[in-house]
C-alpha cells in the first residue's frame, strides 16, 4: 500500500492548497491548537484517543450494515445510502446532532439543491448516492437543465454565498470537505475514502479523519462561520507557510551568494571574469542572469511536481529517461547527500542539457520546446560557463529545503501558490549585488554582507514580502470589480461568450509579480473552462488550455523595475504552462515603464507647459525664467494649437493599432509561430509610426527633467517641439540623444502608444471618452495594489544600502554634514562618486515630483508633497473604459485626507465609486507594514447610484459580516460632509442609518459651499 508521502495516509486526500498536507500530521498527533476533549464535545473523564476508538466501532457497523445493502436498485438506494448511512455516520459519528435537511436554495437567478445544513445556514451539506460520481455532472444537481457535479455544486453555493465558509459533499464511499474558493482553477479540498478506510481496516486514517472532519471544527463561534476551529486552523498553516516563504527568502539569497561565487571563482570562467573586468559585462546584468537562472530552477521546481513539462501523448521511454537523468528532482535527491558535493561539473552541464532542451525541444527526453526564459538570449554567458558540482548543489538545497525547528522540511512547489514564490522573488529585487575583485578568488554578494558579519554569527539580513498582498484582499476586489464585468460580458454575448471573454482586457499598471493578474486570469479561465464543458465538470487539462488562452489575449503589466517585469513573465508562465505548448510570447503585453510618467494625447495637443521651466537640483535659475518667458511667447506666437495632424502619417496611429490587433490574432501553439510573433513586434516598435510617436512624446516628457543650465544649449520649447511634431527628423543631433537618454533614465511610458488597440487619440470629429487624457478606448478592468511611498527622496533610505554611517546619523542635521562632506576637497575618489549618485538621484525626485505636479495628467492629486498611492488612484481612475471598472489597495488617507479631498468628491460624487472598504492593520494583515497604517479596498466603476462602505476592519474575515457594512449614495455624503465632501466613516450599518436620518432632520447649520 502506498502512504501519500506529504501526510502519510492512504485514504486521506489533500487537493489544492487549501490545508497543506503536513497540517493533516499535526492535526492527528493532537498537537493542533483547540485539540482538548472539550473542544470536541468529550467529557474530560474519557481519554480522546479512546473515543475516537468508540466512534471507530460505531461507524464499522454503519458501514457494514451499509455494505451489505448497497448494491440494491430497486428503488430504496436513497434510503439505504443516504438515511441509514450517511445521516447516522455525520450524526453519530461526526457529531452532526443539528443536521436537518434543506429545501432548493436561490441566489440571484441561480439554484442549488443542497440536501442537508449544519448549524443553521452556516455550512451547506449535498448527500448523494454511490451511483454519482462526485466530479461527474448530473442534471439532477444542476440549474436551468445545466448539468453541475455534485462537487462543483457545493463550490458553486459556497462561493456565491457569503455567508458560508465550509461545506460537506459526500456519495456514501466518498466524502470531501470544501472551502469557499472563488479565485482558483484548481479545486481544492480533503477527501476520505471511507470505503477504504472501513474495508481496509485503516484505523490510523479514520482517527486522522474524525479529528478534521468533526462537526466542532465548522461550527461557528460567536455566530460566525470565520472564528470556526478549522478556519483557525487555516489561518495558522497560512501563517506557517509565511515563515516558510521567509524560509525561501534567505535561502534564494543563499542560492544566488553560491551560484555567483561558483561562476565567478570557477578556473574554466576565465573569459566572464574578463568581460566583467572590462566593462563589457556591468554588475547588474550579471546578477540578472543570475536571476534568470533562479526563476528557470523555480519554473522547473513547479513544472515537474505539477506533471506540466511533458505533453499528454509524450513517450513513456523517454520521459523515464529525463526524470532518472535529467530532471531537477534527481538533483534534489542528491542535495541531500554530501558525498555529491565535488569540484567536476557534471551536473550543472545535464542540467544545460535540459535547459537547451526546454529551449527548442527534445524528443529523448520529451521535452516540449518552451523557448522563453529557457531561449538562448536570456543567460548567454552562464549557460557557457562552468559550475561545479558542490555550488550547485547547495544552491539547490536552500531552494528545495528549509528547517522547521529540529526537523528538514521539503518545500512543497506543487501547492505553494505561483504569486507566494513570486513574494519571495520580488523581495530580493531590494538586494543590492556587489562584485569584489580585490580578493583572491573574486567575491560575489550584496551590499550590506559585511555589516551582518559583523553583528555575529547567525545575523541574516532580514528579506520581508512587504509587497505580497493576502489572497482574501485580492479575491475581493477581484469580486467587486472583475466579476461584474465577467457576468455582464457573458450576458450580453449569449451567441459567443468565450470569444467575448477573451476579447476583455485587464491590466494591473504596477504589477510586482504579478499577483493580481494571476487572480484574474484563474476567474476568467474558471468561467472559460465552465463555459466549453457546457454539461461536463471541466478537467486540469481544459483549465490549462484556458489560462493559456486567458494569458495570450486578455493580461496587460507595467512595472518601473525591469526585473519585476521578468519576474510577473516567469510567475504568468508557471501558472499558464500547457503540456508541449510553448511558452506565450508577452513583450507587447507585460512592459517596462514609469506608469505615472508619460505623455497623453490631451498634453501633446496642449504643448510645452510654462511650469515645466520651475528650476530643480542643478538648474541655473536665470536660464529657467528665460525659457519659460520664451516659451509663453512661443504659445502665443502659434496659439498653442496642433497643425492638421491628417498631413503627418506618423501621428494616425490607427495603423499601430491594427498592427498590434493583428499581432493579437497569429496563433502561439509552436516555437515558430512564437518566433513569428516576437519577429512582427519587433517589426511593429521599429515602425515609423511608433517611433515618430515616441519621440514626439518622449520630447514633450523630457522638458521637464532636461536640465536647464544654458539658454542656448539642448533645451525644448513650445516652438522646437512643434517642429518635430511637424519632422521627427528636424532636430539637433546632441538634442535628440539628450532626449532619448532622458527617455531611457526616467523610463517614460506612454500609454497610448504601447498599447494602441486599447487606447486612441480620437479621429476627426470623435469626442474623447476621456477629457484629462485626450483618448478613447480603455480597459475593462484595472487591478493593483500600487507602491505606497512619497517621491521625495529620502535620505536615510537612500543611504542605508550605500553608506551606513550617514543612514544611521543621530538627526537630519547631522546627516545633512556628513552628505556634503561627501563632495569636500578631501574626500576620496568613492565618497565623491557617492556625492554625484545622491545628487543624480535627488534631482530626478524633484524632475518626477514636477512632472506629477505640474503636468496636467494628475489635476485630482498632483498636489503638495505627492505619495505615488495618490497618483496611482488616478491612474485607476483614467485608465478603465467608459464601461469598465477598476479595483486597488491606497492608505485610508484617499478618502479622508485633506490633499485627496478633490479626488474623494470626485468619484463619490461623480457616481464613480462602488464600495470603500477600510482595514486598519492591528492584526498585521501586511506583516511589513506598521500596524497603525490604514488602507482601503476601492473599486471604481461608473453610473453607481449607492457606493458600499465597511470601516475599522482589522482582518479579512470581516469582509463577510454584513451588519459592518453600510451603504450611501451621492446625497448622503452632501448631506453628511457638505463642507468637506470626504469620507464618513461609521462603525456599523447602524451607525450609518442612524446618523442619515439625524442629518435629513437636522441639517449641518453653515453649509461653506454654497
Known sequence: MKRNQDHGFIALKIEGNILPPEFLQKVAALTAPHQANADYGVSKSFNIKDEIGRYWRIGLDLWSEYASRRERRDGIAAKVGIQEWLVPFLTHVLGCQDLEPSSLVVLGDRQYPVTHRVYGKAVPVLLTTREFDLDKADVRFGDEGRKRPPHGLIQEYLNAEDSCLWGLVANGEKMRLLRDNPSLTRPAYVEADLERIFQEQLYPDFAAFWLLFHASRIKPRNNKPADCILESWRKQAQETGERALANLRQGVTTALRELGNGFLQHRANEALRQALQNGEVKENEFFQELLRLVYRLLFLFKAEERHLLHAPDADLEAIRLYREGYALARLRDKALRKRHYDRHSDLWQGLGVTFRGLAGGADPLALPALGGLFDVDQCPRLDVAQLDNARLLIAIHALSFFQSGKVLSRINYRDMGTEELGSVYESLLELHPRIDVHVSPWRFGFVGDEQEKQRGKGSERKLTGSYYTPHGLVNELIKSALEPVLERTVKDHTADPVGAILNLKVCDPACGSGHFLLAAARRLA???????????????????????????????????????????????????????????????????????????????????????????????????????????????????????????????????????????????????????????????????????????????????????????????????????????????????????????????????????????????????????MGWCGGFDVVLGNPPWERIKLQEQEFFTARNSEIASAANADARRKLIAALSSPLASPAHYALSEEFAFAKREAEAVSQFCRLGGRFPLTGTGDVNTYALFAELFLNLPSSTGRAGFIVPTGIATDHSTKAYFEAVALGGRLVSLLDFENREKIFPSVDSRMKFVLLTLGSGVRESRFLCFATRTEHLLERERQFTLSPEDIRLINPNTRTCPVFRSKMDAELTKKIYRNVPVLIRERV
Open 526 to 772: 474558471a468561467e472559460i473552462s465552465r463555459l466549453q464543458a457546457g454539461s461536463d465538470t471541466p478537467g486540469e487539462q481544459q483549465r490549462q488550455h484556458a489560462l493559456r488562452e486567458v494569458l495570450r489575449h486578455c493580461l496587460y503589466g507595467v512595472d518601473k523595475n525591469p526585473l519585476s517585469v521578468e519576474l510577473c513573465k516567469t510567475a504568468l508562465w508557471i501558472e499558464a504552462l500547457e503540456p508541449g505548448k510553448p511558452l506565450t510570447f508577452l513583450d507587447h503585453r507585460i512592459k517596462c515603464g514609469d506608469s505615472l510618467v508619460g505623455a497623453t494625447p490631451a498634453a501633446i495637443e496642449a504643448g510645452i507647459p510654462d511650469d515645466a521651466f520651475k528650476p530643480l537640483t542643478g538648474d541655473d535659475k536665470k536660464v529657467c525664467t528665460a525659457l519659460k518667458k520664451r516659451n509663453k511667447i512661443e504659445h502665443q506666437n502659434k496659439g498653442g494649437s496642433l497643425p492638421n495632424t491628417e498631413t503627418f502619417p506618423w501621428q494616425r496611429l490607427g495603423d499601430l493599432a491594427t498592427a498590434m490587433l493583428n499581432l493579437n490574432t497569429l496563433p502561439g501553439d509552436t516555437l515558430g509561430e512564437v518566433a513569428e510573433q516576437k519577429r512582427r513586434y519587433a517589426e511593429h516598435v521599429r515602425s515609423s509610426g511608433y517611433l515618430s510617436g515616441r519621440f514626439l512624446a518622449d520630447t514633450w516628457c523630457a522638458t521637464f527633467m532636461i536640465p536647464k543650465t544654458d539658454l542656448f544649449g539642448a533645451t525644448i520649447t513650445e516652438e522646437p517641439f512643434r517642429r518635430i511634431q511637424k519632422n521627427p527628423y528636424d532636430v539637433a543631433h546632441a538634442l535628440k540623444e539628450k532626449i532619448q537618454t532622458l527617455a531611457a533614465q526616467y523610463r517614460f511610458f506612454h500609454w497610448h502608444l504601447e498599447f494602441p488597440e486599447v487606447f486612441h487619440p480620437p479621429v476627426k470629429g470623435e469626442k474623447a471618452d476621456n477629457d484629462t
